[in-house]
């Protein structure tokens, strides 16, 4: 952290806010990098706007208490955060049925990153954004090692489920399958692609289709209402997953079990998350539990599924056939680096490959409290969570974190009882 002298306090409290939460916003060391991380905070928080935010807590909250812990108004404040909102630097989230509005910080990943450039324009400049996202991403792995260098990972890749082998489809749950989760959500929207929009303003980007980024549920209710994407029917967001299916694109969703919020469709090649894999080596999305699998009397050996891997996780070997003066090709994949999302089988013209669930797949967290939970206790942060800066989140909040921690392994309930310094804590996970 010798770099932070070099910012105004404001920036400086900003990023120890952040720091506490699920993702935090590390500084980096390479130069490089560095300056891509100043360079985002600059570009997206004016200074009053940052010290603002480094008092916001990180769970939704009520105007009103919000206001008499930054000793404001409600109206005065309201009118600073309606600005924010529109940059996605805060989530004002509405309760559907009361209409209650609550405000969150908005952390990097999944947050503001990914707000910025989801609009063709919006006051924010794309290519100095683009710039600074990219060098403070990939200048080193700082960043990389904090969104995905631990268990509990922010996405989880969903199998093509059509080309799941037939005796393994009645084992497929319905967290599991794309279609099943736009199917069951409340909401839908479309928006463009972070991370494709991001790699156009680099002259970088892929042929994939761009608007193509889905939002489910809460997180879609907040996109449609701040412009950061267009509502779309239930049918258009199954037209979506198609398109999408058919440009050869990872479907990867929030790594939960229950109303997750978003399905992003992915290339290799602009992907933040699959970029981290093929870059840093990081297991930096939780995999569909489906392994590839294929019949050496029907492939033709054409590498086609090794050409299009997101993830280089199969490769072509040449095995001895019998009275034939050549080598057979055949695919063989890497159990540990696969994510299982049967792009490969997709593209295979033969049908001779399919997923079967053998695959290793990480836990799924069940809900957005277990998720935020198991990443706090990972990341060394419980304590963070359960304070939250001392807002209060009423007994309710606390019981939904207890069942989360009651949940956890042995090793990480030991864990989260040092983290939480807290007797309640303790007594709960005894």
Request: hydrophobic letters at 40%; one cysteine or more.
């Amino acid at each position: 952290m010798g770099h932070l002298g070099h910012l105004k306090q404001e920036y400086q409290d900003l990023v120890g806010r952040l720091d506490q939460g699920q993702v935090g916003m590390p500084e980096p060391e390479d130069p490089t990098a560095w300056a891509g991380w100043k360079e985002i905070l600059e570009i997206m928080y004016e200074p009053e706007e940052a010290a603002l935010a480094a008092r916001m807590p990180g769970r939704p909250t009520r105007l009103a208490v919000l206001a008499e812990r930054v000793g404001m108004s409600e109206e005065a404040l309201q009118a600073r955060l309606e600005p924010m909102c529109d940059k996605g630097l805060v989530m004002d989230l509405v309760h559907p049925d009361t209409g209650v509005v609550r405000y969150m910080l908005s952390p990097p990943v999944v947050g503001f990153f990914e707000f910025s450039m989801m609009r063709v324009s919006d006051g924010i400049p794309k290519k100095r954004m683009a710039e600074a996202l990219h060098a403070y991403t990939h200048g080193d792995r700082t960043f990389a090692d904090e969104v995905f260098g631990t268990d509990t990972v922010v996405g989880r890749a969903l199998v093509r489920e059509e080309h799941i082998a037939e005796d393994s489809r009645p084992d497929v749950l319905d967290w599991e399958r794309a279609t099943s989760i736009v199917e069951q959500a409340q909401s839908h929207a479309v928006s463009y692609c972070y991370c494709r929009h991001k790699a156009e303003h680099l002259g970088q980007r892929c042929d994939a289709p761009l608007d193509v980024c889905l939002s489910l549920n809460a997180g879609a209710d907040y996109i449609i209402r701040r412009g950061f994407g267009r509502a779309i029917s239930r049918d258009e967001a199954m037209g979506v997953l198609k398109e999408a299916r058919k440009a050869g694109l990872v479907q990867i969703a929030d790594n939960v079990q229950n109303k997750p919020t978003y399905i992003c469709n992915c290339c290799g090649c602009c992907c933040g998350q699959l970029q981290a894999i093929n870059e840093f080596d990081l297991d930096a999305v939780n995999p569909s539990g489906y392994l590839p699998e294929s019949d050496s009397d029907l492939c033709a050996g054409c590498s086609l599924c090794s050409r299009v891997c997101p993830v280089t996780a199969l490769s072509m070997v040449a095995d001895r056939v019998n009275a034939k003066r050549r080598n057979q090709l055949s695919p063989k994949v890497d159990a540990d680096r696969c994510i299982g999302c049967g792009v490969c089988a997709e593209s295979c013209r033969k049908g001779a490959m399919w997923m079967v669930k053998n695959g290793h797949r990480r836990h799924v967290p069940l809900n957005s409290i277990e998720k935020a939970v198991r990443m706090a206790v990972e990341r060394g942060r419980l304590a963070d969570l359960i304070a939250d800066q001392g807002a209060s989140h009423g007994h309710r909040f606390l019981n939904q974190i207890i069942t989360a921690l009651t949940k956890l392994p042995v090793a990480s309930r030991l864990l989260a009882s040092e983290q939480a310094q807290s007797r309640f804590v303790r007594y709960a996970l005894a």
